[in-house]
């Protein structure tokens, strides 16, 4: 295990234009939070810090359309996000904010130190320029052709089709975000942070130094910015939101985004030790201190090349010892959209499963996307629970505890010799620890998971080999062993459980009322770690079965979703050339209805209708096999266009034809009367 003296633990700021959605977890949160979990009980001094990140374009874009103030956007979702951690028990020692006047003196201190060092380029250059609006264009406020892939919506700073990073400038055909129209430009003065003078030391620390230690995504990533060449980056942008340039030639002009948000981990530090009575500086400036910085994948450049440079420049920063960034979590198949709602957002899913956070936590643990993009599925969610929470965890849980209440009373039983399965298994018991902390300090945490529930497995097993319920009226002395040993297995449990599953091991230290004391390290030191004649609690439930009906329920509302999104999508087709009324009376539409309807053999979307217009009753051919079953249309009342002229289809002569229209999933829908009074052969007009 590391000997470090402390650790910085950071977890990506995330941005408040919206709630925390289980992306966001998966990717940063709940493994950062197992880290220093895991450090916390294995005796280390920790510090994991967050906080809201609040600054930057879409925050004005979503307030001007809501017709409030951004200040208005990012204190309603900071406290969304707030709350919503804390309920899940993610573990922050500060959650901070970058609006907070801490974080705007801290940024604009490091600022000015590198400013006044010459650490900056000063550049006067032409931006794109909204004349109505009298405003620069920065980034997220233009819209234009990405100049790499086409796509024809990427935004000033980023496409977000490809990846690529650029100027808004760079873009084909821009147009303004605010309104529209195609910008001028004009010349406005900014600073630049050289990142081309870091390029070599950067190559050095990361691809050279970190080759062995780092994630390959990681290195994979930085190796190709630097081989595509690093370029000096602005670190001022003309906006009236965010931090105000400070010094002299500033005015209207503030901190860009990128470089004011890592800054709220220094600021966050400086809010916890104001707090606490304590010195921020060794967390940040003692070589000694080990920071992680927890992110997903489309943070890499910002805190394996642009925040390292900024802390090179400024000279008394430790740099990250590892940053373990994961893949994308989709959703049901699709990427997660928070714009499109196709998420799961973490303060509903608390609201409908009350009591359940170790389950979320464990089923996006089990399915990180550690090492590639994965797929969050409520089936799966379902049998994590069911299968291996439910059955594995909870279910040797409760046969331990239901069984020492019922041959003991609750009181841990004095164990007699053991034999050599007795002792294979709390040996094995004794290795769990070290097994599942290599796991967590690589930072395989899906991996740990699974090593988890192996401990787990192993309880079970012993309990299914020995049959104690068997013993107990032929070999009784034998039983008090064998059920000291699953209890040791118990306690076990409950020690390393507790990074994974805060809450169910908090439950399962209260039923067997073992101290919270207890280390991580006791488990192999110690032999006992809960002694004859200790009286547990009663059997509680660790886990609940999660039943079909509920994820119906969670599976119906993204299906929602997906028509609402698609409803919003949908090409209105244009309206067809004006003709006169004349050629409308000629159009004979009646109401009739459907009386016989087959399959047109080899065809997919042809039915064979027998239909009573009233006038007569008529076969028409309808390409509608792959919205509706034969068998079901039998009686519909639909509307028939009489007097088209006869056509052979597929060998059948149609006579008409039924009037449909598109639903918003792509199936079609009858055009019908809505009172079923109507007689077949009224005209419609």
């Keep these: 295990m590391s000997n470090s003296k402390r650790y910085t633990i950071t977890a990506a700021l995330p941005y408040t234009n919206g709630p925390v959605h289980i992306g966001h977890l998966a990717g940063v949160y709940v493994p950062a939070d ?17 906080g809201s990140d609040e600054h930057g374009v879409p925050i004005t874009i979503k307030a001007k359309k809501e017709g409030v103030t951004p200040q208005d956007i ?6 969304i996000i707030k709350q919503s951690f ?43 320029y909204d004349e109505e609006v009298n405003q620069f264009l920065a980034d997220r406020f233009v819209i234009g052709t990405c100049p790499k892939c086409g796509n024809e919506e990427s935004y000033g700073d980023q496409c977000e089709s490809c990846g690529t990073s650029h100027n808004a400038t760079d873009l084909i055909n821009p147009k303004s975000a605010i309104t529209g129209n195609v910008p001028t430009t004009k010349v406005t003065k900014h600073w630049y942070l050289p990142l081309d003078k870091y390029e070599k030391w950067l190559r050095e620390w990361i691809v050279e130094g970190h080759k062995n230690d780092w994630k390959t995504n990681v290195l994979g990533q930085v190796k190709s910015w630097l081989d595509d060449g690093l370029k000096p980056r602005a670190v001022t942008r003309d906006l009236d939101w965010g931090i105000p340039v400070p010094v002299e030639g500033g005015e209207g002009k503030v901190l860009y985004v990128w470089f004011d948000a890592p800054i709220g981990y220094i600021s966050s530090t400086k809010e916890w030790a104001a707090r606490e009575g304590k010195d921020w500086e060794p967390y940040w400036k003692d070589k000694d201190t080990k920071l992680v910085h927890f992110i997903g994948k489309d943070n890499i450049v910002f805190h394996c ?25 989709n959703l049901e198949g699709d990427k997660i959209s928070t714009s499109k709602n196709w998420a799961v957002w973490l303060h509903e899913y608390l609201e409908d499963f009350p009591g359940k956070q170790d389950v979320l936590r464990y089923a996006l643990t089990a399915n990180a996307p550690e090492t590639k993009d994965n797929d969050f599925t409520w089936k799966d969610f379902q049998a994590r629970n069911n299968n291996e929470l439910v059955a594995i965890f909870g279910n040797f849980i409760n046969r331990v ?11 841990v039983p004095e164990p007699n010799e053991f034999s050599d399965v007795d002792n294979e298994t709390l040996e094995k018991l004794q290795k769990y620890p070290s097994i599942i902390a290599n796991s967590i300090e690589r930072y395989r945490f899906r991996e740990a998971s699974q090593e988890l529930i192996n401990l787990a497995r192993l309880g079970n097993k012993y309990l299914a080999d020995e049959e104690p319920w068997k013993l107990i009226k032929t070999a009784p002395e034998r039983v008090k062993t064998v059920m000291y040993v699953a209890l040791q297995i118990a306690a076990g449990l409950s020690v390393v459980a507790e990074p994974f599953l805060p809450f169910s091991a908090q439950k399962l230290k209260g039923i067997l009322k073992v101290s919270e004391s207890v280390a991580w390290s006791a488990i192999a030191e110690t032999e006992e770690l809960i002694a004859p004649n200790h009286k547990i609690g009663k059997a509680e439930l660790l886990f609940a079965k999660i039943e079909d009906a509920e994820v119906q329920v969670q599976l119906d509302k993204l299906e929602a979703t997906k028509l609402v999104n698609e409803a919003e999508n949908k090409v209105v087709e244009p309206q067809k050339e004006t003709i006169e009324f004349d050629d409308f009376t000629k159009l004979d539409m ?54 088209l002229a006869p056509r052979k289809l597929r060998g059948v002569e149609s006579q008409g034809m039924i009037l449909m229209t598109d639903t918003p999933d792509g199936k079609l829908a009858f055009i019908e009367p809505e009172n079923d009074t109507v007689a077949n052969g009224e005209q419609v007009s």
């Design 34 to 50: 197992i880290y220093a979990r895991y450090l916390r009980n294995t005796g280390n001094d920790v510090l994991y810090i967050c």
């Design 74 to 79: 990012v204190d309603k979702y900071h406290a």
């Design 86 to 128: 804390s309920d899940f028990g993610i573990s922050f020692d500060n959650y901070s904010r970058t609006s907070a006047k801490v974080h705007h003196d801290t940024a604009s201190e490091f600022f000015k130190k590198l400013y006044n060092e010459g650490k900056f380029i000063e550049e006067s250059t032409e931006q794109l």
């Design 305 to 329: 090349i642009i925040f390292p440079a900024m802390l090179k420049a400024e000279g008394s920063y430790i740099l990250p010892e590892n940053v373990p960034a994961n893949e994308f979590l």
């Design 401 to 411: 505890v239901v069984l020492t209440n019922k041959y003991y009373e609750g009181v």
């Design 590 to 643: 009646r109401v009739g209805t459907i009386l016989e309807a087959v399959k047109v053999p080899k065809t997919k979307k042809l039915l064979q209708l027998k239909v009573d217009v009233g006038i007569d009753t008529r076969t028409i051919v309808s390409g509608i096999a792959e919205s509706f079953k034969p068998e079901d249309i039998i009686g519909q009342k639909v509307t028939v266009l009489v007097n």
